[in-house]
């Protein structure tokens, strides 16, 4: 929920069995009144537990359906513009300085939350366990304001983004899959780009 979208009210997951019967729900407090935007993305965790992203608050949350309990696990950061400081890390490519605008997330074998900040043009890595998020992939060709969105991995653990206007030369204006592969720290490799969308 969120005032442009649903109803006027706090966010709320529901877990619907098979035969469509809705048995369990957890209804996110702190959101602000007058929200326009509420839970963007979930991901499962093994144990049955649920991270959200909060687009309204920039919050990444762990939901507990089986109690209807949530806690905050961390607030993703507002960046500075890296052309308006100076020696500031880390900081958001491009001249403006947008909001964060967390869009998706995904969760690697490991456990690792990967989140997507498509209003910084970023990749948040939460390592499991951890309650601060790291700046993971910030190329400035996805500084645009409609960043990273979409997050998931192939069968080769490589990251793969969608996104909704890269600063891509051949493919400007026009949305675009990105993949980025991991190297042995974990950190992200070169990004390649799919054929045009």
């Not at 645009?144 to 493919?171: E, K, M, W, Y």
Request: aromatic residues 4%; glycine residues 12%; neutral net charge.
């Amino acid at each position: 929920n969120g005032t442009s979208r649903g109803v006027s009210a706090a966010s709320a997951v529901f877990e619907i069995s098979a035969n469509g019967v809705s048995s369990k729900r957890v209804t996110v407090t702190g959101q602000p009144a007058a929200h326009p935007d509420g839970l963007t993305a979930l991901a499962a965790l093994p144990t049955g537990d649920l991270l959200a992203v909060d687009a309204s608050t920039s919050r990444v949350l762990m939901l507990k359906p089986s109690i209807g309990a949530q806690s905050v696990v961390t607030t993703i950061p507002n960046l500075p513009s890296c052309l308006t400081t100076v020696f500031v890390a880390p900081c958001e490519q491009g001249s403006m300085d947008r909001k964060p605008q967390l869009a998706g997330i995904a969760i690697d074998p490991s456990g690792n939350a990967y989140i997507t900040d498509s209003g910084q043009g970023v990749v948040w890595r939460l390592p499991s366990g951890a309650t601060k998020a790291t700046l993971f992939y910030s190329p400035a060709d996805l500084a645009t304001g409609d960043g990273p969105a979409g997050i998931g991995f192939d069968s080769g653990h490589n990251l793969l983004l969608t996104v909704g206007q890269p600063l891509d030369r051949p493919n400007l204006e026009n949305g675009g899959l990105h993949l980025s592969g991991r190297n042995a720290r974990g950190t992200a490799g070169a990004p390649t780009r799919a054929p045009r969308c």
